[in-house]
Each structure stands twice: as structure tokens, then as C-alpha cells.
């Protein structure tokens, strides 16, 4: 059973860097055909896909943050990672890492439990 | 604004059935893209409860079934229960942007 558990600081400054963590446990993340996904939602609002690396290293990124946004693995520790920079308080939600399957059905399947970010001075 | 849109929220009696609609564009649903279905119980992260063929995760009962036609796809729960009560979010991908879109997501309340 593949397991996802987000962490990192709850809260950040405006114009800081958010860096969170995702670490995975029952499953390899440089292995089969999967992604390794970041998802946010803003308190009482909808999911919004910010991005994944592949298990190749290979990244892609929502266009709308992909100037303040890298994703990367640690390999050895079986570890992804979410740096979001510039933070404003629009920033400030539920941060989800979630695995995405390969091939011909691409889904979310797997989720951690969620990490909340607040951007707050 | 989501992408995909959806009802905010819908209601039923236990025991009714109850549908939830998501409707896109032909950058994404109307483009043959799949849509898939995530449950959000009160509390807790979503969980992916009905892909774009029909396939439920272990746990998951036949109650819900998704459907899609043109631009727009719906999921339907029969033999409604209050466990049921959750949010529900539909998912696709878009050709134009690029990137997984989801709906905004439609509260179940089991009245």
C-alpha cells in the first residue's frame, strides 16, 4: 500500500519561500510508470494541479506558477519536494502531494493527508 | 474560475439517487479527454472514486457510476447513504493549457 505524507512549515512570510516535502513510503519513486504530483486548495474552494515530476526527473508545471514553482526527488531518501517562491497570501491553502498513474487511465490514486500553508507576516 | 464547473451543491433523501454534473470545453472533456472522479470526505483529502471507465478502487460500491457525453460528464450515486456526505470533485485534462484541471467541486448533503 502505497503511502504519502506532506510536511513542512505551516507558516510562511509574504515574499518568502514556501518548501515542503513529500515523503513516500510502500512504493518506489524512481520506479514504474507514475508521477509524483503537487495539488493545492484554498480553504472552502476547488483543487488546483500545480505540477509533477516524473520518475525520470522530467518536470511540468501549471503555466500560471511556473515562474515561482520547481519540484524535485531525492531518490535516496524516497522524497519529493515543492518550493514555491514570492509567496503572497493568495498562496495560502491545503497542499496535497498525490501519485499519478501512467499509461492509458491517468488518475490521482494515491494522496497524502494534506499540509496546510498560511502566508502571513 | 475552475475550468470544469460544477453545481456547488446538491441534496437528496437516503435512499434517492442524485447526480452531479461537470461541464467543460472542447479543450478538455469535448477534446475526448477523461474525466475522473474524486471523493472528499468532511476533513480528510480526496480520494479517487471512479475513473473515466467505470473502474471503482477496492471499497468503493456500484453505487456511482460516471457517464460522459460531448463537453460535460456527471457521476450518479443510487441508494443514497449519509456516508455519502462529502465532496466531490470531477477531473480531466486540458489541451490548451496544458495542465490537470479540476472542477470547483460540489457539496453532498444527505438531507
Known amino acids: 500500500q502505497v503511502q504519502l505524507q506532506e510536511s513542512g512549515p505551516g507558516l510562511v512570510k509574504p515574499s518568502q519561500t514556501l518548501s515542503l516535502t513529500c515523503t513516500v513510503s510502500?512504493?518506489?519513486?524512481?520506479?514504474?510508470?507514475?508521477?509524483w504530483n503537487w495539488i493545492r486548495q484554498p480553504a472552502g474552494k476547488g483543487l488546483e494541479w500545480i505540477g509533477h515530476?516524473?520518475?525520470?526527473?522530467?518536470?511540468n508545471y501549471i503555466p500560471s506558477l511556473k515562474s515561482r514553482v520547481t519540484i524535485s526527488a531525492d531518490m535516496s531518501k524516497n522524497q519529493f519536494s515543492l518550493k514555491l517562491s514570492s509567496v503572497t497570501a493568495a498562496d495560502t491553502a491545503m497542499y496535497y502531494c498525490?501519485?499519478?498513474?501512467?499509461?492509458?487511465?491517468?488518475?490521482?490514486?494515491?494522496w497524502g493527508q494534506g499540509t496546510r500553508a498560511t502566508v502571513s507576516s | 474560475q475552475p475550468v470544469l464547473t460544477q453545481p456547488p451543491s446538491v441534496s437528496g433523501a437516503p435512499g434517492q439517487r442524485v447526480t452531479i454534473s461537470c461541464t467543460g470545453s472542447?479543450?478538455?472533456?469535448?477534446?475526448?479527454?477523461?474525466v475522473h472522479w474524486y471523493q472528499q470526505l468532511p476533513g480528510t483529502a480526496p480520494r479517487l472514486l471512479i475513473d473515466?471507465?467505470?473502474n471503482r478502487p477496492s471499497g468503493v460500491p456500484d453505487r456511482f457510476s460516471g457517464s460522459k457525453s460531448g463537453t460535460s460528464a456527471s457521476l450518479a450515486i443510487t441508494g443514497l447513504q449519509a456516508e455519502d456526505e462529502a465532496d466531490y470533485h470531477c477531473?480531466?485534462?486540458?489541451?490548451?493549457?496544458?495542465?490537470?484541471?479540476f472542477g470547483g467541486g460540489t457539496k453532498l448533503t444527505v438531507l
Open positions: 515530476i516524473s520518475t525520470s526527473g522530467s518536470t
Open positions: 510502500g512504493g518506489s519513486i524512481s520506479s514504474g510508470d507514475y508521477y
Open positions: 477531473q480531466s485534462y486540458d489541451r490548451s493549457l496544458s495542465v490537470w484541471v
Open positions: 473515466d471507465k467505470n
Open positions: 498525490a501519485r499519478q498513474t501512467g499509461g492509458n487511465i491517468v488518475t490521482f490514486d494515491y
Open positions: 472542447r479543450s478538455n472533456i469535448g477534446a475526448g479527454h477523461d
